[in-house]
């Protein structure tokens, strides 16, 4: 499946489950220089040779930066945040000098200082003044001090096939904002026959559990909360009841998610590119998916806004620098993540690019993350407009919506606790007689056990 940033948030390892000390290359613990004096840096972030396209552009911003940096030499490494490397690279020291993160991992990376404090170096890149703050505090410590940059995000939503929806007799321009909406259409798609689902949903391999998160947030609750310094489960409660009780009913009561269950993404979405779902909670970079590998059509899907206005699940991806990097390598990497990741002046090249490879534009997905403020945002969206090639307007509600909803991060120790929460909403999707609060209750006993792992 093509990476992307929900997909990679499913098999992500948080750092705070590692236990690992502070750590850094020797190779870090001063410039490699090369002829005239050039810095070398080690990043990650290049893309695996089975996905051409973008490993293809990569390197041409490889050779590109290095040819208008000439004191600057990149040696890039294959690869994003794999959690079976990255605890072997933490041990062994290996760590390369600017490297990538999801938004769950900064805060366990600043508290065992294995990044460098970015804050007075980046005083010198104005476009780090357009971020959006919230991205931003991300990379924070208590104190205020920058370790890192974010370079993309997103906010799970609704995806809706909007060709099953004007079957149905419903408005595709105007997707559900409340559930109660959602129960509603999804009674007419599944009602179209033919083994049509009219919602579906995750349970399985973590992914249930990152679900229900989404659900817990969407329902105004949370799934941990700090107290003092320690951690504690904060989801059994009537909202997180209210979302499975939803859920139960359509799965039982109105038989519109279908017979079949314990399903994954590669699951929904393959049913989704064949015409056959109706929605599903996910973000806009499933759209290519659909497209590329499930032979969808751009023009058949839309994605709402998370319906309830209560709140939805924010995640996403950044860069932080190898905290035994020296001055100039601090400088050299941020130079290189603000050329490669956060420039404005190279909004249309970029956006050129895509267009050339047929890579969708029109979408708030890279090469047009919405990350940005002001001005910066504003010259990216016109851009975005000039150019799409998918129906921008398929996605309005998405970006409208997400102005007014609280956007929330990921729990720590997030695997073990998706890990619980999927038999949870297997329980309710596959047993009609599921006991909603003994499964939460029983859930919590385990879920404060993985919190209270986390230092």
């Not at 993309?152 to 609704?158: D, Q």
């Amino acid at each position: 499946m093509q990476r992307s940033l929900t997909r990679r948030a499913t098999v992500l390892l948080v750092v705070a489950g590692l236990g690992l000390s502070a750590c850094g290359s020797e190779s870090t613990d001063k410039p490699a220089a090369s002829g005239g004096g050039k810095v070398t840096i080690t990043i990650t972030g290049q893309p695996p040779k089975t996905e051409a396209v973008e490993r293809k552009l990569f390197d041409q911003d490889v050779a590109e930066f290095e040819s208008t940096h000439p004191d600057i030499d990149i040696e890039p490494h294959e690869g994003f945040m794999d959690p079976k490397t990255f605890q072997a690279k933490l041990a062994g020291g290996q760590l390369e000098d600017v490297y990538y993160v999801y938004f769950t991992d900064p805060a366990n990376i600043i508290a065992r200082r294995q990044a460098a404090d970015i804050t007075d170096q980046v005083k010198d890149f104005a476009v780090v003044n357009q971020l959006q703050p919230a991205l931003l505090d991300i990379f924070k410590d208590k104190g205020g001090k920058l370790y890192g940059l974010p370079t993309a995000n997103y906010s799970m939503g609704l995806l809706y096939n909007r060709a099953l929806f004007t079957k149905a007799g419903l408005d595709p321009d105007k997707p559900p904002t409340t559930w109660d909406e959602v129960r509603e259409d999804a009674k007419k798609i599944a009602g179209l026959g033919n083994g049509t689902v009219g919602f579906a949903d995750l349970s399985k391999n973590n992914q249930g559990g990152w679900h229900l998160t989404t659900w817990a947030y969407a329902m105004g609750s949370q799934i941990a909360k700090q107290d003092g310094d320690k951690w504690k489960a904060d989801f059994n409660n009537d909202k997180v009841r209210s979302a499975l009780q939803l859920l139960k009913d359509m799965r039982w009561t109105d038989n519109t998610m279908g017979a079949k269950q314990l399903l994954e993404a590669t699951d929904v979405q393959r049913m989704m590119g064949a015409g056959q779902l109706g929605m599903y909670l996910s973000a806009p970079d499933n759209v290519p998916v659909l497209v590329k590998q499930f032979n969808g059509k751009y023009e058949d899907y839309g994605v709402a806004a998370m319906p309830g206005g209560q709140g939805t699940l924010l995640g996403g991806e950044g860069y932080m620098i190898n905290p035994k990097a020296d001055a100039a390598k601090i400088k050299a990497g941020l130079t290189w993540i603000t050329w490669k990741y956060l420039n404005p002046d190279r909004f249309e090249t970029n956006i050129k690019r895509y267009v050339a490879e047929k890579q969708p534009i029109g979408l708030p997905a890279i090469p047009t993350p919405d990350v940005y403020t002001g001005e910066t945002r504003a010259k990216q969206a016109s851009l975005k407009t000039q150019y799409a090639n998918v129906p921008e307007k398929n996605f309005a509600s998405y970006l409208d919506g997400n102005t007014k909803l609280k956007g929330n991060l990921e729990p720590p120790n997030a695997q073990q606790i998706y890990a619980v929460l999927d038999g949870v909403m297997q329980a309710v999707l596959t047993n009609k007689d599921a006991n909603i609060d003994q499964l939460l209750t029983d859930a919590e006993g385990k879920v404060n056990s993985a919190l209270a792992q986390v230092k």
